[in-house]
């Protein structure tokens, strides 16, 4: 079975490869603003979810012997947390993710073509107090850019987490254990 990814993501692109996955990636963009429901983060997540998946179909002949995935990840703390614009933008953002706990939320659209199927994930992050010494460090180190929240979980900006609840790789971008799952349970697909 050959999967077709739809998506730039590095993280993700990385997942795959772990999963050991025969796959190919299509690269392209939307503009996630059209979709942005501020007090409803899950809607968000699948409306974004399901434009890649429009996009990523005109990008490919269906084919029954492939598998088409795209996802979203939203952050989400009393409203939806967008990828940092700029550094300044980046560290408003951790300062008022500091001391405090967000969820970060993956929605994943799964389709052979005949069927699609979409899910989403919620975890928790339990961020501890940051100073501004800490988090101008941090954005020293560029890894804010193109990161929902404006922080790496993978990184170093793992190292402002005291905990999480929920799945690790959820809030990497991308729940590998329920994607797993439900290609099983819908699909028929063993990845294990």
Do not use: W
Not at 78 to 92: G, H, S, V
Not at 96 to 103: A, G, N, P, T
């Amino acid at each position: 079975m050959k999967f077709v990814l739809g998506s730039s993501s590095p993280r993700r692109i990385e997942l795959f490869k772990k999963l050991n996955l025969n796959f190919k990636t299509v690269k392209f963009s939307i503009n996630e603003n059209r979709y942005i429901h501020k007090q409803a983060p899950v809607k968000t997540a699948k409306s974004i979810c399901r434009e890649k998946m429009k996009k990523l179909k005109k990008y490919v002949q269906n084919k029954t012997d492939e598998i088409y995935v795209t996802a979203d990840t939203i952050v989400y703390k009393n409203e939806i947390i967008m990828k940092p614009e700029n550094r300044k933008d980046a560290f408003k953002i951790l300062k008022k993710l500091s001391d405090s706990s967000h969820d970060v939320i993956t929605a994943v659209n799964i389709s052979n073509g005949d069927k699609d199927y979409i899910f989403y994930e919620r975890s928790s992050v339990f961020f501890m107090k940051l100073r501004e010494g800490e988090i101008n460090r941090y954005l020293n180190l560029d890894e804010f850019h193109d990161k929902a929240g404006g922080y790496a979980i993978q990184g170093y900006g793992g190292f402002f987490i005291r905990k999480i609840k929920g799945d690790y790789f959820n809030i990497v971008g991308f729940p590998v254990n329920r994607f797993i799952r439900v290609l099983n349970e819908k699909f028929g697909i063993n990845l294990i």
